[in-house]
């Protein structure tokens, strides 16, 4: 069974930075997708960014340029760096993955992760 555990969220002033990571068991696939969500109190889940088995990522426009995706294959581990934060990035984070998924597809927004982890609070104060 599949298990994804995040953790690194925390509270931090407007422009600091958060790095979380998202450490994956009980798979055996060597393709996948993998990507960051979040959703704010009273706002639907977002895609934040993904990261696929050969490295490719995707983010999200509002993000660009201020998070970046990357991960440790060795030790499965998925990790969201965060910079730049403003408020609005305030939400509970997520980690997903599909490992059925060859790549992330070009609307990678859309795509059904088939496991998602519990969460980790980022919380930015201006």
């Known amino acids: 069974q599949v298990q994804l555990a995040e953790s690194g969220g925390g509270s931090v002033q407007s422009g600091g930075s958060l790095r979380l990571s998202c450490a994956a068991s009980g798979h055996t696939a060597s393709t996948y997708c993998m990507g960051w969500f979040r959703q704010a109190p009273g706002k639907e889940r977002e895609g934040v960014g993904v990261i696929d088995s050969d490295g490719s990522t995707s983010y999200m426009d509002s993000v660009k340029g201020r998070f970046t995706i990357s991960q440790d294959k060795a030790k499965n581990t998925m990790f969201l760096q965060m910079n730049n934060l403003k408020p609005w990035d305030t939400a509970m984070y997520y980690c997903?993955?599909?490992?059925?998924?060859?790549?992330?597809?070009?609307?990678?927004?859309?795509?059904?992760?088939?496991?998602w982890g519990q969460g980790t609070q980022v919380t930015v104060s201006s």
């Open positions: 997903a993955a599909d490992y059925s998924a060859p790549w992330c597809p070009d609307e990678w927004w859309k795509l059904q992760m088939n496991d």
